[in-house]
């Protein structure tokens, strides 16, 4: 890239953050802040529960991440219609480290991964990342976790009321009514989705809400439950009490960083195509935002973040043109964190639905891989199942090794080849390396 290249862009990107240009589209990003908190509420609800975290240390993550994006928009873009939060896919990844290290010690993990991602930043090594973990990797890592989400979420759309006896028989009439009102919320929702996703993306979970609601105010059916949980800011100091459990943290963290920062690298190629003024985004700037931010929750206890694509693509077709959006999403989103007693009417069947959606949609995003050739599906689908199976740190160091062997030992370039010639290839070479062994 040439100097006056670069300056251009950078004299663009002063342009797009100052306040005359922020003001020109105000009234558009503070409707568009407004229609994507709508989505991301349930959404950051459902990832928390999935995380094993407090909602409400979720929703503190999601707002503190929005209003640190906000801040450094003005000085070191990464993306301009980027929404921060916690994304889907980190939420498994979190659950197993809290059942690991606990819910004490996921403040220094949370520290560590963005120390991690604060060197991975100051020499822009996310570049080569890229070529050690392939985007199509990573997409079946999602998929595994995306079954892991759907499969956690789907009993909750007939989970009895609290308080309700559960006997021997499955089929009780409040059974029955609570798989009716699922069945009828998950038609509903699927069906504005279809409609309205590229215009009014909000619009079905917005609907599927007040249709739970409603429902249980005539019918009788598990709600959520809120707990006011006590915010402590304090240092991210552990009390591992073994050696093995500080090094599994450190590579634990290690595998976090990576992972958040290839989502982020993926999201903002996305969101640089749907930018409706077709702003070039700085993965590297979006990678500054994304550690202070996490570190800066490592502080109360919070969770991990990144600019996923979901409340992105929702905040763009929202009609959001600077980052003024995401501060509106901070300040809605904060409300709920000081008064969490609004979300106890969120039923839980309204929420399975939502959640088991997000999990489908990240098994079916192994479709896409299908654009890399046959060798990129036929390992992204050993990854999801070896994620899903074995476990996610396991699966992807496994499915990691697997295509190092295969990448770097047995062929140059197997992107181009068919699924059945790798694998006779590699047997092939296998069984030749044991003749000559033996």
Known sequence: ???????????????????????????????????TATMAIPLSIGIAMMS????????AT?????????????FRPGNFIGAPGIAAGLAPILAMGVATFGIENMAFVIFMTATFQAIIWKYDWQRYL????PPYLVEGLLAGIGLKIALKFLPFLWMLPVGMAVGEEFWTDARIQVIVLSIIGAILFLGLFKKFKDTKPALPYFALIVFGI?????????????????????????????VYLWVYAIFFALMLAVVDVIEQVMSNAAIEKIDPLK?????????????????????????????????SSTNR?????????????????AFFVFNVQYLDNLPYFALAIIMTFVGIKM??????????????????????????????????IITLVIHAVISYVIFSKVDSMPAGTIVRKYFRKFKEDEQEIN
């Open 130 to 133: 890229l070529k050690a973990v």
């Open 52 to 59: 094993d975290y407090p909602i409400q240390v979720g929703l």
């Open 279 to 311: 702003r070039p985004c700085n993965s590297n700037n979006s990678l500054l935002s994304i550690w202070v931010s996490n570190m800066g929750a490592s502080f109360f206890g919070g969770m991990t973040n990144l600019d996923g694509l979901a409340k």
């Open 363 to 396: 098994v079916l995003g192994l479709l896409h891989v299908a654009t890399h050739g046959p060798y990129a599906v036929l390992l992204a689908t050993v990854c999801g199942l070896l994620v899903f199976q074995v476990g996610i740190f396991e699966g992807l």
């Open 62 to 74: 999601v707002a503190f991440a929005s209003f640190i994006g906000f801040l450094f928009a003005w």
């Open 1 to 35: 890239m040439t100097k006056k290249n670069i300056n251009t862009e950078e004299t663009q990107s002063v342009e797009h953050g100052s306040a005359a240009f922020v003001a020109k589209y105000a009234g558009r990003d503070i409707q568009a802040g407004v229609i």
């Open 214 to 242: 409603v429902a249980s105010l005539l019918i009788d059916v598990r709600m959520l439950k809120v707990e006011d949980v006590e915010f402590n800011i304090g240092l991210p100091i552990p009390d591992f009490d073994s």
């Open 317 to 333: 077709l929202a009609g959001a043109y600077t980052k003024l959006s995401v501060l509106v999403i901070g300040l809605l989103i």
